[in-house]
């Protein structure tokens, strides 16, 4: 099977990102992942604080309300994906300035940096997709994000 098709049937989706701050959505992210079985909880502070030295080198924020947080790690078995929405904006020192509402979380093993680059190409190309953006911001539930995901996916 396709990394992607993988990747976007194993996604968690987070509808409702309740963080009001950068940090907060980054640690909102990484408790939906862990909850989904996507890594060991023993490694959440591992990767939070991979998360945050990311962030201080440049922020993820591409710009067009999107956010794309991305960490690779040894102890993370394969690559994951959790696509949140924030019904309010959240700051993120994003490229545009604007306000970030949609966030795509990527885990990915340390020694697959192709998978991972992969993964970073296809978000990229959905992030600058203004019919996703739109359609993900009125998407009315997790099941109705996950559809949007799944009809997006790459037709291989």
Known sequence: MPMIKMLVEKAAILADV??????????ELLATAQAAGMFKKKIAPQLIKKLQEREAIGSTGLGNSVAVPHVKHEAVERTALVLARAKTGIEWQSIDGRPVQIMFFIASPGDSPESHLQCLRWVSTLARNADFRRFMLDAKDEAAIRDLLLELQPKI
């Open 18 to 27: 309740k963080a009001k701050t950068k940090d907060a959505a980054l640690k």
